[in-house]
Nanobody, 123 residues
Framework: QVHLVESGGGWVQPGGSLKLSCLAS????????MAWFRQSPGKEREFVAT????????WYSDSVKGRFTISRDNAKNTAYLQMKSLKPEDTAVYFC????????????????WGQGTQVSVSV
């Protein structure tokens, strides 16, 4: 079992950048595929990006491709989501998740979730 805690959310103007972190405790972090999802008010949670357990492979949703970068540091038990060129439609609560299947874009394919961190993009 792994416990996940996100941080790094906040408010930013359109075009700005933020970097989210997801710290894992308990369990063996390097065994897990990691992913980021997001949920806006009134909408279902949607897939953002995923990274393989070694960090050698990544996959992104079309809505963030070219603007967001997922990465991980297994020595620090941490996954990251670097977000650039942020848009108002990126406003959401961002969740990190851990699982065992790569490539997986459905919530049900992940076993562990963090509590989320709010990202707000507005003028």
């Amino acid at each position: 079992q792994v416990h996940l805690v996100e941080s790094g959310g906040g408010w930013v103007q359109p075009g700005g950048s933020l970097k989210l972190s997801c710290l894992a405790s308990e369990g063996t972090f390097s065994n897990y595929v990691m992913a980021w999802f997001r949920q806006s008010p009134g909408k279902e949670r949607e897939f953002v990006a995923t990274i393989s357990s070694t960090g050698s492979s990544r996959w992104y949703s079309d809505s963030v491709k070219g603007r967001f970068t997922i990465s991980r540091d297994n020595a620090k038990n941490t996954a990251y989501l670097q977000m650039k060129s942020l848009k108002p439609e990126d406003t959401a609560v961002y969740f990190c998740a851990a699982g065992f299947q790569f490539i997986a874009a459905r919530e049900t394919e992940y076993d562990y979730w963090g509590q989320g961190t709010q990202v707000s993009v507005s003028v």
